[in-house]
């Protein structure tokens, strides 16, 4: 693949407070803020508490889903009484950090979630983003605990988190952590991945290449709902014990899956495929009790920064 080069990233946003009861995010936020005007050499940094009145009420969100908000035609969406509060959030952080796809959006955004699914750490981003992947390889080599990435196939205007305001963008998604509950173990994953993308960006700044090469993600293929009762739609099993906490563990046909509150077992049909966000809190209402992905080899190639 041929060398790319890129302009500086000087402007990062490290967000948190998206979902108002995922604590590292919020936790994170508040300590960079207590040194206002953050720079780190070449990068100036803006934090941000996405949903400010979630985080006050520790809940996900107030009206609807911030995370949810921010594709083209919610945030071009006209302004009424019945405006949810998120939207007009989403819109005020498209003035603020962006606008998605305009020249004056900030170089990357980094939006910090957690998960009370056992996923570890993952890097969750759209499309082929050669900046975000070289970020990825970079924290991977360094951590010491797995950290995974997801790719989401959507198309820019229809793209609907936060991350997707900036030129370039990620999710650090880190679990499993309650909502509502900080853990230190989790806590420091997420700083440790802040940190070294704020190093990366300030190698990238001063002249540094960094090499291509390949790197192993995740392709969401299907989610997969609790099993519910017709008349009711309540639910009538739980995620099956052998099933719960082994996200990205390869789930094989037969595998089991469910377990009925009457004591059935119920199985993997289909592919083998590698399930994550098992039994995520915030997804009941989503109507996922897992997601289903299949394993993806991204090629990309070195990169160093444009000098004009
Ligand atoms: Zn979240």
């Given at each position: 693949m041929e060398h790319v080069t890129v302009p500086p990233l000087s402007r990062l946003a490290i967000c948190g407070g998206t979902h108002g009861n995922e604590m590292s995010g919020v936790y994170m936020v508040r300590e960079m803020q207590k040194h206002k005007d953050a720079r780190a050499g070449s990068v100036a940094i803006t934090t941000v508490m996405s949903n400010p009145r979630a985080v006050d009420a520790c809940r996900r969100y107030i009206d609807k889903d911030l995370n949810r908000c921010f594709t083209d035609a919610l945030l071009s969406s006209p302004i009424t009484d019945s405006t949810p509060y998120e939207l007009?959030?989403?819109?005020?952080?498209?003035d603020q950090l962006g606008p998605k796809g305009g020249a004056g959006a900030v170089d990357l955004l980094c939006d910090i979630h957690n998960t009370t699914a056992n996923m570890g750490l993952c890097l969750i981003f759209y499309s082929l983003d050669w900046v975000t992947l070289h970020i990825y390889k970079y924290i991977q080599s360094k951590m010491t605990t797995p950290v995974r990435a997801i790719q989401?196939?959507?198309?820019?205007?229809?793209?609907?988190?936060?991350e997707s305001v900036g030129k370039y963008g990620f999710a650090i998604e880190v679990g499993p952590q309650p909502g509502g509950v900080v853990r230190a173990d989790i806590f420091n994953m997420v700083k440790e991945a802040v940190d070294l993308t704020i190093e990366w960006l300030?190698?990238?700044?001063?002249?540094?290449?960094?090499?291509g090469g390949e790197v192993e993600a995740f392709s969401p293929v299907q989610t997969v709902d609790y099993p519910r009762d017709p008349t009711t739609n309540e639910i009538t099993a739980a995620v099956h014990p052998q099933l719960q906490d082994n996200d990205f563990k390869l789930l094989q046909?037969?595998?089991p899956t469910f377990l009925s509150f009457s004591g059935e077992t119920m199985r993997h049909e289909g592919a083998a495929l590698y399930p994550f966000f098992v039994n995520e809190c915030a997804y009941y209402e989503k109507k996922i009790a897992y997601q289903l992905a299949k394993k993806i080899t991204l090629t990309f190639p070195s990169i160093s920064v444009k000098k004009d």
């Open positions: 007009l959030r989403a819109k005020e952080l498209n989401l196939d959507i198309p820019l205007s229809e793209a609907y988190s936060l300030q190698r990238f700044n001063s002249g540094e290449t960094f090499d046909p037969g595998d």
